[in-house]
């Protein structure tokens, strides 16, 4: 087993999850947002 090869497929994947987790916030928060009016959000933890 090629360990290089192992640790580049783990963190493809860490991207994939940080980017579907960005998306989902985003469009969690502008829901949130437009139903109650203009307030202000403390953004989520950015996992990277």
């Given amino acids: ?9 783990y963190t493809e994947m860490v991207k994939m999850v940080h980017f579907m987790l960005c998306v989902f916030y985003h469009n969690f ?16 933890i950015t996992l990277l």
């Fill in 29 to 44: 928060y502008k829901k949130r947002i437009k139903s109650k009016g203009k307030k202000k959000l403390k953004p989520p």
């Fill in 1 to 9: 087993m090629n360990i290089h090869n192992n640790t580049e497929l």
